[in-house]
């Protein structure tokens, strides 16, 4: 949960760098929030037409912001721009791709987008 706060502490935070743990943690806890969410827009019977909930509309809506900061960060953390994420345009293949950067481990020293966030923490 520290980590999920620390992304949501730098809510616009697009500079720098986020180590996988920190990125795949808050892609964790909010993707079991959103569940949560789900189930209580269910319960409550708030679903939409097209068949998402209002609180997790709501919720995505707050997210999204922190998510991309999060992601341009990830990006910067393998030394690559975070231009990469046009590579999303295209379906199934620049997903894959995100998908394995996003795995990459960072670069070990510092490079053009700050120190190594593994030596400050």
């Known amino acids: 949960?520290?980590?999920?706060?620390?992304?949501?502490?730098n809510y616009v935070g697009?500079?720098?760098?986020?180590?996988?743990?920190?990125y795949w943690m808050?892609?964790?806890v909010s993707f079991i929030l959103a569940a949560v969410l789900s189930i209580i827009d269910k319960m409550l019977g708030?679903?939409?037409?097209?068949g998402e909930g209002v609180l997790t509309s709501v919720y995505?809506?707050?997210?999204?912001?922190?998510?991309?900061?999060?992601?341009?960060?990830?990006l910067h953390?393998?030394?690559?721009?975070?231009?990469?994420?046009?590579?999303?345009?295209?379906p199934v293949v620049g997903w894959i791709v995100i998908l394995i950067f996003n795995c990459q481990s960072g670069t070990p020293a510092d490079n053009r987008f700050g120190p190594d966030p593994k030596l400050s923490a």
Request: proline share 2%; charged share 25%; no cysteine.
């Open 46 to 50: 708030w679903e939409r037409a097209a």
């Open 77 to 90: 953390d393998t030394d690559r721009s975070a231009w990469w994420l046009l590579l999303l345009l295209i």
């Open 14 to 22: 697009f500079g720098g760098r986020a180590r996988r743990k920190e």
């Open 26 to 28: 808050f892609v964790l």
């Open 1 to 9: 949960m520290d980590w999920y706060l620390k992304v949501l502490k």
């Open 60 to 74: 995505g809506l707050l997210v999204l912001i922190p998510t991309w900061a999060v992601q341009f960060r990830r």
